[in-house]
């Protein structure tokens, strides 16, 4: 009941507590397999082996956002339905001191919370593969960098699960989880295609509780009940695109009332223009995206989303994090 998988996240979780970034190597190698795949968000993509991921992302944010803490809201493991393996998925934030440029970003000395979501496959004790994705506009709003033109969301630091109920430390009933994934799976085929012809906010009733939460990512936001989610972020976002791709996941899993899903890409889609105050794009550009869900009776209740803004913009030649360092005088160098 995947209780071995998520005992080898929690160990390396623990051993990474207290480190400034000084043999961050060290402690990953500990844990990972010598040719440990790792993903992660605009501008770090793919990684390979402990060295690699220390020196491109873990060893410069421990040196930035000091005292790191991990701030936990949901922690579950299970097998992976579209592909194989048992992934362990965790999410909150880690928050600490923000105290050195970072990504160009300027440092406010106070504390500041960077949103995570972290899968990691488990493979003979030791961790395989992972994505990791960290909501950086969400950490330069903080900073007063907005990168963004006004949201059409609630902007915040989000909330964990309504119930409190997120840490799945121990095991649970097979069957809660394949209630879980009976209800995720119901959701992607009615809205994964947006062919559906029902209207729009009939459609989501079909798998989501009326007062249903969705907590997006910095630039679009959070929004709370069916009618709202239409009008603030699903009816907008489906406008802007065309040409949508199939739906892809390079793991879907679900335990107890958690799942969670994540692609490379999730999807492809031209640009109808307007999407985060950009121009109309005829190209097939990528959306990287995490979700996580929280079930409760036969519906979702709250789903978690993080979509790799700063990506989807640099396909439409907008380098935010270069323009932003520009603006406030720092050095911005793309990690090698």
Not at 168 to 191: F, K, R, W, Y
Request: some cysteine; overall charge negative.
């Amino acid at each position: 009941m995947f209780q071995n998988e998520k005992a080898v996240v929690r160990e390396l979780y623990d051993d990474m507590r207290g480190s400034d970034g000084a043999g961050i190597a060290d402690v990953l190698a500990d844990h990972t397999t010598p040719d440990w795949h790792w993903r992660g968000m605009h501008p770090f993509y793919e990684r390979h082996g402990s060295s690699d991921v220390a020196a491109a992302f873990w060893a410069p944010l421990l040196r930035s956002l000091t005292r790191l803490q991990r701030r936990e809201d949901i922690f579950f493991a299970g097998q992976n339905t579209v592909g194989g393996g048992v992934w362990v998925v965790s999410m909150g934030h880690l928050m600490g001191l923000f105290d050195r440029t970072w990504l160009g970003i300027v440092p406010t000395h106070k504390m500041a919370f960077l949103r995570y979501c972290e899968f990691n496959r488990v493979v003979d004790g030791k961790i395989a593969e992972t994505m990791l994705h960290v909501d950086i506009p969400h950490l330069m709003t903080q900073a007063g960098q907005n990168p963004f033109p006004p949201q059409t969301a609630g902007y915040m630091v989000q909330s964990g699960p309504m119930t409190h109920g997120g840490l799945l430390h121990a095991a649970q009933p097979a069957e809660t989880g394949e209630a879980t994934l009976a209800a995720i799976n119901a959701m992607i085929s009615d809205v994964g295609t947006w062919k559906n012809d029902l209207p729009l906010e009939q459609e989501l009733a079909q798998t989501w509780h009326d007062d249903m939460i969705w907590w997006g990512p910095a630039g679009v936001g959070a929004t709370y009940t069916i009618e709202r989610y239409a009008k603030q972020h699903s009816a907008p976002f489906r406008a802007a695109f065309y040409d949508r791709g199939t739906t892809g996941h390079v793991a879907r899993v679900t335990e107890g009332h958690y799942g969670a899903f994540f692609g490379w890409p999730n999807f492809t889609a031209k640009h109808c223009g307007g999407f985060m105050g950009m121009a109309r794009n005829e190209q097939d550009c990528e959306f990287r995206v995490i979700d996580v869900y929280r079930r409760e009776g036969d519906k979702l209740a709250e789903n978690w989303v993080f979509i790799d803004m700063l990506y989807w913009l640099i396909q439409q030649g907008d380098d935010v994090l270069a323009r932003m360092a520009t603006i406030a005088g720092t050095d911005y160098t793309p990690p090698s």
